[in-house]
């Protein structure tokens, strides 16, 4: 098992900026997939980011290029970078973790491990 909290949300204005942690426990990270996904009120979850095991990042297209996800191994933490945030970013961000192989990264049923998400609002 694979427990996942995630820090660092809060309130921001459009413009700004903040970074997201998710520290896990229970199990090393470093052969696991992570995600970082958000929903906002009345949405379906949606895909934000991912990185695998070996690296290798992918963004959805409304973050890329202001978004950056990496992980810190040694600290069993992934983390969400988040720049130029807007209002429509707005929404409970949530980590996951998931150590299957050929699978789609973007979707939430890839992911077998969740937290508990945190809050990230964007003022105007």
């Known amino acids: 098992q694979v427990q996942l909290v995630e820090s660092g949300g809060g309130l921001v204005q459009a413009g700004g900026s903040l970074r997201l942690s998710c520290a896990a426990s229970?199990?090393?990270?470093?052969?696991?997939?992570m995600g970082w996904f958000r929903q906002a009120p009345g949405k379906e979850r949606e895909f934000v980011a991912a990185i695998r095991s070996d690296g290798m990042k992918y963004y959805s297209d409304s973050v890329q290029g202001r978004v950056t996800i990496s992980r810190d191994n040694t600290k069993n933490t992934v983390y969400l970078q988040m720049n130029s945030l807007n209002p429509e970013d707005t929404a409970v961000y949530y980590c996951?973790?998931?150590?299957?192989?050929?699978?789609?990264?973007?979707?939430?049923?890839?992911?077998?491990?969740w937290g508990q998400g945190t809050q990230v609002t964007v003022s105007s």
């Open positions: 996951a973790a998931d150590n299957r192989v050929f699978v789609t990264y973007s979707r939430s049923s890839s992911y077998d491990y």
């Open positions: 229970g199990r090393t990270i470093g052969s696991y997939r």
